[in-house]
Nanobody, 121 residues
Framework: QVRLVESGGGLVQPGGSLRLSCAAS????????MAWYRQAPGKQRELVAS???????NYKGFVKGRFTISRDSAKSTVALQMNTLNPGDTAEYYC???????????????WGQGTQVTVSS
């Protein structure tokens, strides 16, 4: 059973930085997409950043150039570098990976358990 394990969350002061990492328990095959989501109390889970099979990245507007997503497909890992953090970034952050066959006939999704990020002075 494949599991995604996140690390790097914690408490940080406003303006600080954190780097989140996520690794699959085994190397995943297929065409991979990876992403980071977050969910604050009382709010819906939202996409933060994603990276596609071709390496193209997408970010939500609230990132404003502060976050960078990267991945190593060969090792089934994805990271999120977060800079200039503010209290609005406080949330549970979730790693997500999606694999598929070229024909889309086979697909698999994987979610991490989440890692807490708290931005407070």
């Amino acid at each position: 059973q494949v599991r995604l394990v996140e690390s790097g969350g914690g408490l940080v002061q406003p303006g600080g930085s954190l780097r989140l990492s996520c690794a699959a328990s085994e190397t995943l095959t297929g065409i991979m997409s990876m992403a980071w989501y977050r969910q604050a109390p009382g709010k819906q889970r939202e996409l933060v950043a994603s990276i596609g099979p071709n390496g193209r990245t997408n970010y939500k507007g609230f990132v404003k150039g502060r976050f960078t997503i990267s991945r190593d497909s060969a090792k089934s890992t994805v990271a999120l570098q977060m800079n200039t953090l503010n209290p609005g970034d406080t949330a549970e952050y979730y790693c997500y990976m999606h694999s598929r066959s070229r024909s889309w006939e086979a697909q698999d999704e994987y979610w991490g358990q989440g890692t807490q990020v708290t931005v407070s002075s």
